[in-house]
């Protein structure tokens, strides 16, 4: 029989109301550890995926599986487990999965699928026997993600600068069947977790290169336009453009959340939730885009990728690095246009495209307001996140000459004089969650004078 020494190993024939709460809390320990980290494996794998189906596919299944982490992480208090105590996967099962992910994106592919077939079979045993009717939707969620996996996983275009490209539909095989069954029946390291979460560091692979519709024709870097053929409506030559801008923005923009998963595991668990949602807005993003340009009569495959681009740019770089460039200056900056355009698209006959950017206006608020938070968790003090930003878009100008991404790429380095001159809605701009001195500071701006 399981006791405290001696714990019920993950996959046991019995069910969990058979376990004693200190033995079931270890077992939901393996289930919470092992389920951030197929979350975050598939989101090492997911910025490989050149189209936007086979992508959003992954994109929700890393969306699920940090949810259930939450769900777990929650289950595990209500059983009187603290932070504290949450512990680390066992040293072994770390060490042999790590070993596994290093070698590819396609191997960090195959122990995420193997790991979700183990946890999908894991809540099959414990339901058992078991009255607790989350066992079994907690089942269905991971059947339901392997059947994501297999979606996104279908052979794909490869990166025009990689032409060999990763192979094709990937499987678990069995090292990654044997290092996962390894990983579910080691008990966790006592103590202190190393991590806020627990969760270890690994060796992802490298990204070095974004992966773009395989459809989609490129520009050079320094070319801001993409023109439409000449048409009688100028309204409807700037809702295309603004369209194809668009599409060729959101879909790059989830690489960098989902390596922020991937990369970093010294954050809390909320930080993971956040960029797994930004990830998914995106995508939800790009598929609204799509939809409204062929609804207008448009072939979405002219759409306009820059090589290289502003996302290549941000890998390999710093947290906050990437927080500030991505969002914290630049959706910012998409929450000023967006603003100013949802009135005129009304007033000039496209209501519906009105109402789907104003969707994605509230989401852009949301992802500004994710990294300003996680800014003020890394430095603590707001000044000190205003120097930061400053440096940060320093970094980047200097990136942007390097790499010859062209004079629209250079961002002014006083991110709060450049908002003051534009008039900033300072309402929106709280929502945000720029700081009381952030929003007197750009008000100042605004009327001419320096805070």
């Given at each position: 029989?399981?006791?405290?020494?001696?714990?019920?190993?993950?996959?046991?024939?019995?069910?969990?109301?058979?376990?004693?709460?200190?033995?079931?809390?270890?077992?939901?320990?393996?289930?919470?550890?092992?389920?951030?980290?197929?979350?975050?494996?598939?989101?090492?794998?997911?910025?490989?995926?050149?189209?936007?189906?086979?992508?959003?596919?992954?994109?929700?299944?890393?969306?699920?599986?940090?949810?259930?982490?939450?769900?777990?992480?929650?289950?595990?208090?209500?059983?009187?487990?603290?932070?504290?105590?949450?512990?680390?996967?066992?040293?072994?099962?770390?060490?042999?999965?790590?070993?596994?992910?290093?070698?590819?994106?396609?191997?960090?592919?195959?122990?995420?699928?193997?790991?979700?077939?183990?946890?999908?079979?894991?809540?099959?045993?414990?339901?058992?026997?078991?009255?607790?009717?989350?066992?079994?939707?907690?089942?269905?969620?991971?059947?339901?993600?392997?059947?994501?996996?297999?979606?996104?996983?279908?052979?794909?275009?490869?990166?025009?600068?990689?032409?060999?490209?990763?192979?094709?539909?990937?499987?678990?095989?069995?090292?990654?069947?044997?290092?996962?069954?390894?990983?579910?029946?080691?008990?966790?390291?006592?103590?202190?977790?190393?991590?806020?979460?627990?969760?270890?560091?690994?060796?992802?692979?490298?990204?070095?290169?974004?992966?773009?519709?395989?459809?989609?024709?490129?520009?050079?870097?320094?070319?801001?336009?993409?023109?439409?053929?000449?048409?009688?409506?100028?309204?409807?030559?700037?809702?295309?453009?603004?369209?194809?801008?668009?599409?060729?923005?959101?879909?790059?923009?989830?690489?960098?959340?989902?390596?922020?998963?991937?990369?970093?595991?010294?954050?809390?668990?909320?930080?993971?939730?956040?960029?797994?949602?930004?990830?998914?807005?995106?995508?939800?993003?790009?598929?609204?885009?799509?939809?409204?340009?062929?609804?207008?009569?448009e072939d979405y495959r002219r759409v306009a990728f820059r090589i290289p681009d502003t996302y290549s740019a941000m890998a390999g770089q710093p947290l906050d690095f990437r927080l500030i460039v991505l969002s914290r200056t630049g959706e910012d900056a998409a929450i000023e246009a967006l603003a100013d355009a949802i009135p005129r698209l009304r007033s000039t006959g496209y209501a519906d495209v009105a109402v789907m950017f104003?969707?994605?206006?509230?989401?852009?608020?949301?992802?500004?307001?994710?990294?300003?938070?996680?800014?003020?968790?890394?430095?603590?003090?707001?000044?000190?996140?205003?120097?930061?930003?400053?440096?940060?878009?320093?970094?980047?100008?200097?990136?942007?000459?390097?790499r010859g991404l062209g004079d629209y790429m250079r961002r002014e380095p006083d991110h709060s004089a450049r908002r003051g001159r534009h008039n900033p809605d300072l309402e929106l701009r709280r929502l945000a969650g720029f700081s009381d001195h952030d929003l007197a500071r750009m008000a100042a701006m605004s009327t001419g004078s320096a805070a």
């Amino acid at each position: 029989m399981p006791s405290a020494a001696n714990p019920a190993p993950v996959g046991s024939s019995q069910g969990a109301d058979e376990l004693s709460v200190h033995d079931l809390a270890g077992v939901n320990r393996r289930l919470y550890h092992a389920t951030l980290l197929a979350g975050r494996t598939l989101a090492a794998f997911a910025p490989l995926l050149g189209d936007v189906a086979p992508r959003a596919a992954l994109v929700r299944a890393v969306h699920a599986l940090i949810g259930q982490s939450v769900l777990l992480h929650d289950r595990l208090l209500e059983m009187r487990i603290r932070p504290d105590e949450l512990g680390t996967p066992g040293p072994a099962a770390v060490e042999a999965a790590d070993e596994l992910l290093a070698g590819s994106g396609d191997r960090a592919l195959a122990f995420a699928a193997a790991l979700l077939r183990g946890l999908e079979d894991t809540f099959t045993e414990l339901q058992g026997g078991c009255r607790a009717e989350h066992a079994f939707h907690d089942r269905r969620l991971y059947g339901a993600c392997l059947a994501l996996v297999a979606e996104g996983t279908e052979p794909y275009q490869p990166h025009p600068e990689d032409p060999e490209g990763p192979g094709p539909k990937v499987s678990a095989d069995a090292a990654a069947l044997r290092t996962v069954a390894d990983f579910l029946a080691a008990p966790c390291a006592a103590g202190a977790p190393t991590t806020p979460t627990g969760t270890p560091a690994l060796r992802v692979p490298d990204c070095p290169t974004r992966r773009y519709p395989g459809w989609a024709s490129f520009v050079n870097a320094a070319d801001v336009e993409f023109q439409d053929p000449g048409t009688n409506d100028p309204a409807r030559t700037i809702v295309l453009h603004a369209l194809r801008k668009g599409i060729a923005t959101e879909f790059i923009s989830t690489d960098i959340p989902l390596r922020n998963i991937a990369e970093f595991p010294d954050l809390p668990l909320r930080f993971y939730r956040d960029m797994a949602r930004h990830a998914h807005d995106e995508l939800r993003h790009t598929h609204l885009l799509l939809d409204h340009l062929t609804a207008m009569g448009e072939d979405y495959r002219r759409v306009a990728f820059r090589i290289p681009d502003t996302y290549s740019a941000m890998a390999g770089q710093p947290l906050d690095f990437r927080l500030i460039v991505l969002s914290r200056t630049g959706e910012d900056a998409a929450i000023e246009a967006l603003a100013d355009a949802i009135p005129r698209l009304r007033s000039t006959g496209y209501a519906d495209v009105a109402v789907m950017f104003d969707h994605v206006l509230a989401d852009e608020l949301r992802h500004v307001a994710y990294a300003n938070h996680w800014l003020r968790h890394l430095h603590g003090d707001d000044l000190v996140v205003e120097a930061v930003t400053t440096r940060a878009l320093e970094r980047l100008n200097v990136l942007v000459e390097e790499r010859g991404l062209g004079d629209y790429m250079r961002r002014e380095p006083d991110h709060s004089a450049r908002r003051g001159r534009h008039n900033p809605d300072l309402e929106l701009r709280r929502l945000a969650g720029f700081s009381d001195h952030d929003l007197a500071r750009m008000a100042a701006m605004s009327t001419g004078s320096a805070a």
